[in-house]
């Protein structure tokens, strides 16, 4: 009895000291304030193994370090991503800043170590504007971005236990968007190896542009050519459960923006319009094959694109269309810039989507405010009909 007591005693004050010193503040060493690429410690101090589930992040738990920037991945080992003059750079994820300031070879620089075990780093700044300890949420803003002359750039880069990862291995360069999954990092030696053990939910058992079936059991993509049965067989309509829709296989068309005109209302608008900043990237919704890229009327620079049973989307006033008809285009995929060609008074993009023929709200589709997929399952109909509930 007095052995069990005694073990009762010492689990609560070890819970009790574990708690304590999960909520004692951050401690940066002077070593970690200096150095760029130093082992973080405890990370792999009860495992050589830990995984992150970034299928499990909220929408305001990332950030792309800068939003309407275009990356490319520099080395295997950074993103280099352009953007204007005076452009802000965000926080990727949430966690405490561990360096900040001017590096011989990255000009001024800050790192951010991260609660589930990364660190990142955004090099070349004009201006820091965190101090180290400080502690960030995603999407805040840490610097000013620099560059010479016409260009101004900001090296980003994913760090693991002090080594240098290719971030594309987490984000996807083009979308900006997370690739979603489950992500391993392994110990081995002095190394970190990073590998996928688990792609997004629900592929793992499927290929990957798997679509539904006609009963509705396996939706992860509206890719009009990987749709080998027909829904509406029998019965005449479906559900399709927007949930079903993996990750990987829809976009928001414009991140970052807001609506400046609701569809339908007085003017019986067509479709939405949201707006960012001149020459923003617009991204394809979904899977799909182009079947118009060229001016047309009132909308000026114009693409639609076909996606699977019936749904069509179209993105006007662009000021370059960057696909062709005829081109196959994945969901997250940059398909123009924003601009005001045809009958606009202001940089933006007017987005439009169509089942079977018939134009319908944008928002039955898409959250705007969230820039998601509605949380609801849509009832169609061969003849093109279509409601919506919530799931």
Not at 161 to 171: L, S, T
Request: charged share 20%.
């Amino acid at each position: 009895m007095k052995t069990i007591r005694r073990t009762t005693l010492v689990g609560l004050l070890l819970s009790l000291s574990t708690f304590a010193i999960a909520q004692r503040p951050v401690k940066i060493t002077a070593a970690e304030q200096q150095q760029i690429s130093i082992t973080t410690p405890g990370l792999f101090a009860h495992s050589n193994v830990f995984t992150i589930d970034f299928d499990r992040l909220k929408d305001d738990d990332y950030s792309f370090p800068l939003p309407v920037g275009k990356a490319a991945v520099a080395n295997n080992q950074a993103l280099e991503i352009t953007t204007s003059k005076g452009d802000a750079v965000k926080a990727m994820f949430e966690g405490v800043v561990r360096m900040s300031r001017k590096t011989s070879q990255y000009g001024n620089m800050v790192i951010v170590r991260h609660d589930n075990g990364l660190e990142t780093a955004y090099a070349n700044n004009a201006q820091n504007l965190v101090k180290v300890g400080d502690r960030v949420k995603a999407g805040q803003t840490l610097a000013i971005v620099g560059g010479k002359g016409d260009k101004h750039s900001c090296l980003f880069a994913i760090l693991v236990n002090g080594g240098w990862i290719n971030p594309g291995i987490i984000v996807d360069p083009n979308s900006h968007r997370l690739r979603g999954g489950v992500v391993q990092f392994k110990k081995v030696g002095r190394h970190v190896d990073v590998a996928m053990v688990k792609a997004e939910k629900d592929e793992t058992a499927h290929s990957d542009n798997l679509v539904a079936k006609a009963d509705n059991s396996s939706i992860l993509s509206l890719d009009p050519d990987d749709a080998t049965s027909d829904p509406f067989a029998g019965s005449g309509s479906f559900k399709l459960n927007l949930d079903k829709i993996s990750k990987s296989h829809w976009a928001y068309p414009l991140p970052g923006s807001h609506v400046i005109s609701p569809y339908g209302g007085r003017r019986n608008h067509a479709g939405v319009d949201v707006k960012t900043c001149p020459n923003d990237k617009i991204l394809a919704a979904f899977d799909g094959v182009v079947t118009r890229s060229s001016p047309f009327s009132g909308y000026g620079n114009c693409v639609v694109i076909r996606h699977a049973y019936g749904f069509e989307t179209l993105y006007s006033h662009q000021s370059r269309n960057l696909v062709k008809v005829g081109q196959k285009v994945k969901a997250g995929q940059v398909i123009g810039l924003t601009g005001r060609t045809g009958r606009a008074t202001t940089e933006h993009l007017h987005f439009e989507v169509k089942f079977r023929g018939r134009r319908l709200n944008p928002g039955m589709l898409f959250n705007h405010v969230a820039k998601r997929l509605q949380a609801v399952t849509l009832v169609l109909t061969k003849a093109g009909g279509i409601t919506s509930k919530k799931n």
